[in-house]
C-alpha cells in the first residue's frame, strides 16, 4: 500500500477531485493550507503577516492506493492538477506498514502480504 500526499493549486481541486473518483477513488482526505516556497505562483501569492512573508493558497489531498493503481492515479493528479506555472504543485509517495481500524482494532499488516 502506499499513501499519495498532493499539494495543489486551490483552483484544480474540484476537478482532480472528480477524476480520482472516475479512477476508482472511493475517499480521500482534503485539508486547505498555505505554501511558503520558492516555487509559489508569483501571479497568485498574497504577504502575511502571520506568516512575515509571502505564501500561496494550496489544498493538499492525502489518499491510500494498493500498489499497482499508484502509477495511474499520480498520473490523473499530474495530468488534471497541472496549468503549466510555477506554482503547480508536488505529489509525494510514501509506503504504508500498517493500517489499525479504530473501531474493532482490528489490523492489516502490510508487509506480510
Do not use: C, H
Not at 484544480?12 to 493550507?33: F, N, P, W, Y
Not at 492506493?65 to 499530474?78: A, C, H, T, Y
Request: charge should be positive.
Amino acid at each position: 500500500m502506499k499513501k499519495i500526499i498532493v499539494y495543489i493549486r486551490k483552483e484544480k481541486t474540484d476537478i482532480v477531485i472528480a477524476k480520482l473518483e472516475e479512477a476508482g477513488v472511493k475517499g480521500m482526505t482534503l485539508i486547505d493550507a498555505s505554501a511558503i516556497a520558492e516555487w509559489a505562483d508569483k501571479d497568485s501569492f498574497s504577504y502575511s503577516i502571520e506568516y512575515v512573508q509571502k505564501y500561496s493558497r494550496v489544498v493538499k489531498i492525502e489518499l491510500v492506493s494498493n500498489d499497482s493503481n499508484v502509477d495511474k492515479l499520480v498520473n490523473v493528479i499530474s495530468s488534471y492538477g497541472k496549468t503549466g506555472r510555477s506554482g503547480d504543485g508536488w505529489i509525494f509517495v510514501a509506503p504504508i506498514d500498517k493500517a489499525v481500524r479504530i473501531k474493532t482494532g482490528a489490523v492489516n499488516d502490510f508487509n506480510n502480504l
